[in-house]
């Protein structure tokens, strides 16, 4: 399945190759392709905050039981590389979603924190499409820009306005916007920083930026008001703990302010 290394990191690759041959072994025709995206693809992957992340291309919807073959596969991951049990995300998706980038209407199948939920995309959609025809590496399948609908950087502007409004504007008003019983406080505030670190960077910048970019355009940019939150979010490390609520939600009011 994967001839060549994909990644510097012997566990990652690892995961991948057997993350790839049980898919393939799991759906056979059914497959049309697995993708590898996010940071590992960007250059500015870390192993102690990354994730993994995936989307996998199907011909088909799941069957439950597939989809319950597909969870056992990704516990059975999980539980021979404990260290990234909770890190390895993505999304299953079907070709027919793939016939425009709108944003599609029906909920797929979601990985995240060792679970698999039943979610619809929100305004990361245009977000993703734009970062899998740029920067995706096809696992199998065919090459990413001959997939996945053509999306420009103008879309992507638009998209990350959207998602700053409808989603996270909303948890300026939410004492609970950064606490889930699924992922630690410092995950998410850390999440949250970094986001709209590439939130600025791309309301003024034609190319597509990682975290690590992002947040140092923002440094340079923006002066010394945000630079010690944002230096803790680029040295934040899983199990960490990570500034609190009211900094991260004054950085947030701030990107609105900049970007709507």
């Known amino acids: 399945m994967m001839a060549q290394p994909l990644t510097p990191y012997p566990d990652v690759n690892e995961i991948l190759s057997l993350f790839a041959s049980g898919l393939t072994e799991l759906l056979g025709k059914q497959l049309v392709g697995i993708y590898l995206t996010g940071s590992l693809t960007y ?31 990704h516990k059975n991951i999980g539980s021979k590389y404990p260290a990234w049990a909770q ?48 920067c995706g590496i096809a696992i199998c399948g065919p090459e990413p820009k001959s997939i996945f609908p053509k999306v420009t950087i103008e ?41 709209m670190c590439r939130i600025l960077h791309r309301a003024q910048n034609n190319e597509m930026a990682s975290k690590k970019v992002a947040s140092a355009w923002v440094k340079s940019t923006y002066g010394d008001k945000w630079i010690k939150l944002i230096e803790e979010a680029e040295n934040w490390e899983h199990g960490k703990p990570m500034s609190n609520d009211s900094e991260v939600k004054d950085f947030i009011r701030f990107t609105l302010n900049e970007v709507t």
């Open 155 to 195: 879309d992507v502007r638009q998209a990350s306005k959207k998602d700053l409004v409808d989603d996270w504007e909303p948890k300026l008003a939410d004492p609970d916007a950064f606490r889930s019983p699924d992922y630690d406080s410092g995950h998410l505030r850390n999440y949250a920083v970094l986001t």
């Open 87 to 134: 890190c390895l995300e993505g999304s299953y998706i079907t070709t027919s979603m793939l016939k425009s980038s709108a944003r599609p209407e029906i909920k797929r199948p979601y990985v995240n924190g060792g679970k698999i939920w039943q979610f619809r995309y929100g305004n990361e959609w245009i977000i993703n499409l734009y970062a899998l025809q740029e």
């Open 43 to 73: 250059g500015d992957f870390n192993p102690n905050s990354s994730d993994i992340d995936f989307l996998v291309v199907l011909s088909i919807e799941l069957s439950d039981e597939k989809l319950s073959s597909i969870e056992t596969l």
